[in-house]
């Protein structure tokens, strides 16, 4: 029986960003070619932050569409929104029920923010709890995050354990699959991790004029053009690695060591512009037609919706039979 692989993104923005795609879609992709992959958009999780309809609207449609562009692929995958499997939240009321508040406190999005000073609501509190019942809804075996996600991952592994300890063995205990290396902390155009919300990251499917304007703008040592500058540890040569082939990253690395050459980082940018688009393009190009052909988005989200319904629905009667609740509950 082929393992089950379950990841998300939350739509709290409208772009994918290359922190997303190397630190976590990439691998993604990968798996997906061994089949039981599941890949959801967390539109719940998102209303932790976006309080405008129209906006989480359009940010659900617009990081499915990145999704399919970057190939995610539906008939390998199940691709799908997490509003079309409502019994999460159910799932995740009955978690809770297990989970310490000390394992809560201890996450860093909730911890971060009461650390600087911000009221937290209890959706930041729970939503390790409701990542869990992302997780463990379709009895996931593993889980392929960035590294920053990974403390959830062990959130999800302690409250199985529970779960399983108190009532019955239900839920596999899932393992996160993360990614080591450059990928692991992409940086953004401050030379600090990327993310949306450091408003520092460079979206894959921005328009060519906006990512030209954000290359342009990554933040450099003051060296010029005749200075001997060192590659390692420079944003543009960092982020270059990812998107260039081995003999550009070496030029590039050459180019900027030697002095009296006349190569300076407004050179070098614009070789990273150059390569990102290169290494988009035809994700690019796919974007443009998806759309195009809105239709065709919805069928696939829908589709999903169908097919992870079945293991939803084992999941839960196993789960309220384990609680003792009715299994069918009345509709
Ligand atoms: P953001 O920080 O922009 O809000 P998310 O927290 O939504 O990004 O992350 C979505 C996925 O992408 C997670 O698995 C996360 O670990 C990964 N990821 C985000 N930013 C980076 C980055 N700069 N480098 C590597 N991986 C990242
Ligand atoms: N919290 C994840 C993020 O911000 C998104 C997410 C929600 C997720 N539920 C999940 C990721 C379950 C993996 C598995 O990136």
Request: hydrophobic share 35%; glycine share 8%; net charge negative.
């Amino acid at each position: 029986m082929s393992l089950i692989t379950l990841s998300g993104l939350t739509p709290s923005s409208s772009g994918i960003h290359m922190g997303n795609y190397f630190g976590a879609i990439r691998q993604w992709i990968d798996l997906q070619q061994a089949g039981g992959a599941h890949y959801f958009i967390a539109s719940y999780h998102a209303l932790t932050t976006v309080r405008k309809p129209e906006l989480l609207a359009s940010n659900i449609t617009s990081v499915a569409m990145d999704y399919l562009a970057l190939g995610l692929d539906p008939e390998m995958a199940v691709i799908y929104r997490q509003e079309d499997v409502p019994e999460v939240c159910e799932l995740s009321w009955i978690l809770s029920t297990l989970t310490p508040m000390g394992l809560l406190e201890r996450c860093h999005a909730y911890k971060d923010k009461i650390s600087r000073g911000i009221s937290a609501d209890h959706g930041l509190f729970a939503y390790p709890v409701l990542m869990a019942a992302d997780i463990l809804i379709v009895r996931s075996n593993r889980v392929p995050v960035g590294n920053d996600q990974k403390q959830h991952v062990e959130v999800t592994r302690d409250i199985a354990g529970k779960f399983n300890q108190t009532f019955s063995e239900v839920f596999p205990i899932p393992e996160p699959l993360i990614i080591e290396g450059s990928a692991a902390k992409v940086p953004g155009m401050d030379g600090q991790k990327m993310s949306k919300s450091y408003g520092n990251d460079l979206c894959i499917f921005e328009t060519e004029k906006k990512l030209r304007k954000k290359v342009m703008s990554i933040v450099t040592d003051s060296k010029g053009v005749e200075d001997s500058k060192e590659p390692d540890g420079n944003t543009v040569f960092e982020l270059y690695k990812l998107v260039a082939s081995r003999d550009q990253v070496e030029t590039m690395a050459d180019k900027l060591r030697s002095s009296g050459v006349g190569y300076g980082y407004g050179h070098a940018k614009q070789e990273l512009h150059d390569a990102i688009l290169e290494y988009f393009s035809d994700a690019r190009t796919r974007r443009k037609h998806l759309e195009d052909n809105p239709s065709q988005v919805e069928e696939i989200l829908r589709d999903g919706a169908t097919r992870v319904r079945p293991i939803v629905e084992s999941t839960m009667d196993a789960v309220r039979s384990a609680v003792g609740v009715s299994s069918r509950p009345t509709r």
